[in-house]
T-cell receptor
């Protein structure tokens, strides 16, 4: 299994350009999500999906769109890139697991995409 | 709103010694869950351990244990017998809302960088 794959690994954009960050998982997980990681901060949730055709906003959704047409793929679109979107972007897939401490999502993260907007 | 605080930006430990990484949290929920993730220099986030708020026993996974002190609202990660490969960033996170099945949003702390020396 490849797990969670993300492309590209690195990207440089100019302000105003648009692009799509790709994410795919081969574990048949229900849930997928996008986070951004900025220096000195923890990961913040951008958008998430609980299944094909169902998406919702996270903590920092502005400037990003998502769609989920299949279980495997969850692309993140930047509509008009801004310098404030310079960040490392992580995609994750997850499923619910019953453990001794209750039910939780076990998340599997991709390797990340480092995006710079000039 | 939930908040995770990690006050140690960096920690040093010698190989084979134990180390404790601090995490305190703030929530008004009765049901919550706490996670620790490891982020090596390669960038991917790796799930380490989970503790549910109703679990009276501290969670353990191999060399990792979570020292859960509910009254103090702390969930410290203890790594026993440190290895060179433990050098990484470590993030504490909390799930928002009850631990039922479904996607669980996570709130992350800012992380602690651990350096293990020979």
């Amino acid at each position: 299994n490849a797990g969670v794959t993300q492309t590209p690994k690195f990207q440089v954009l100019k302000t105003g350009q648009s692009m799509t960050l790709q994410c795919a998982q081969d574990m048949n997980h229900e849930y997928m999500s996008w986070y951004r990681q900025d220096p000195g901060m923890g990961l913040r949730l951008i958008h998430y999906s609980v299944g094909a055709g169902i998406t919702d906003q996270g903590e920092v959704p502005n400037g990003y769109n998502v769609s989920r047409s299949t279980t495997e793929d969850f692309p993140l679109r930047l509509l008009s890139a801004a310098p404030s979107q310079t960040s490392v972007y992580f995609c994750a897939s997850s499923y619910s697991i019953q453990g001794p401490g209750g039910t939780y999502n076990e998340q599997f993260f991709g390797p990340g995409t480092r995006l710079t907007v000039l | 709103a939930q908040k995770i605080t990690q006050t140690q930006p960096g920690m040093f430990v010698q190989e084979k010694e134990a180390v404790t990484l601090d995490c305190t949290y703030d929530t008004s929920d009765q049901s919550y869950g706490l996670f620790w993730y490891k982020q090596p220099s390669s960038g991917e986030m790796i799930f380490l351990i989970y503790q549910g708020s109703y679990d009276e026993q501290n969670a353990t996974e191999g060399r990792y244990s979570l020292n859960f002190q509910k009254a103090r609202k702390s969930a410290n990660l203890v790594i026993s017998a440190s290895q060179l490969g433990d050098s990484a960033m470590y993030f504490c996170a909390m799930r928002e809302g009850p631990g039922n099945t479904g996607f669980q949003k996570l709130v992350f702390g800012t992380g602690t960088r651990l350096l293990v020396s020979p």
